[in-house]
């Protein structure tokens, strides 16, 4: 099945710094690559999102890049706050009509003041 | 206001019994999921149902059970033979198959 690969599991910076979470996948055919974020204690979110007609996409301080060739894609989030430690996890979109939305281990990212 | 509920927040079970876990939403979503959450393991696809009446198979659906009556509601039953159902179970629903998806809070099962 489909296998969604992410990296790494932890992650730790100083608050200004900037932090990249990278995800693998293994269909070719998929075409929808979200990410979310989990705080403590919280349901997940959608923080940011990417289809493959683009190649990168910005929302302030958070970023998606794709690369459909390479089967990889990422997460880029810019002078890191306090409140971005949180759990994000990737997704990609499985193909072929199932429709069924397939997540990441998840990286755990602390920003320390 | 709209969303999507989980209940209950805590359930404890003995091993041998069965459990419905509820979920509703009002967002008229016509696709639900249920997923696993396990330390260090992300989220695991058990079932997933794309329109009423009708409900696939995910990743981990072996002891576990679903139905799709209502639009509304997406139940997931714990069977006595799933072999490791102690987790954190999250129901999502989303307008269609390639949107976001919205999480409820979440119910934490433990069985004893």
């Known amino acids: 099945g489909e296998n969604v690969e992410q990296h790494p599991s932890t992650l730790s910076v100083q608050e200004g710094d900037s932090a990249v979470i990278k995800c693998t996948y293994s269909?070719?055919?998929?075409?929808?690559f979200p990410w979310y974020k989990q705080e403590l204690g919280k349901r997940p979110q959608l923080i940011i999102d990417i289809r493959s007609n683009v190649g990168e996409k910005k929302d302030q301080r958070i970023a998606v890049t794709l690369n459909k060739t390479a089967k990889h894609f990422s997460l880029h989030i810019t002078e890191t706050q306090p409140e971005d430690s949180a759990v994000y996890f990737c997704?990609?979109?499985?193909?072929?009509?199932?429709?069924?939305?397939?997540f990441g281990a998840g990286t755990r990212l602390a920003v320390h003041p | 206001d709209g969303g999507i509920t989980q209940s209950p927040k805590y359930l404890f079970r003995k091993e041998g019994q069965n459990v419905t876990l509820s979920c509703e939403q009002n967002?008229?979503?016509?696709?639900m999921y249920w997923y696993r959450q396990d330390p260090g393991q992300g989220l695991r696809l058990i079932y997933y149902?794309?329109?009423?009446?009708?409900?696939q198979k995910g990743d981990i659906a072996e002891g576990y059970s679903v139905s799709r009556e209502k639009k509304e509601s997406f139940p997931l039953t714990v069977t006595s033979a799933q072999k490791n159902p102690t987790a954190f179970y999250l129901c999502?629903?989303?307008?269609?198959?390639?949107?976001?998806?919205?999480f409820g809070e979440g119910s934490r099962l433990t069985v004893l």
């Open positions: 967002l008229n979503h016509d696709a």
């Open positions: 269909d070719s055919a998929s075409n929808y």
């Open positions: 149902s794309q329109i009423v009446n009708d409900f």
């Open positions: 999502a629903s989303s307008r269609g198959a390639a949107g976001e998806l919205f």
């Open positions: 997704a990609v979109l499985l193909s072929g009509g199932y429709n069924k939305l397939i």
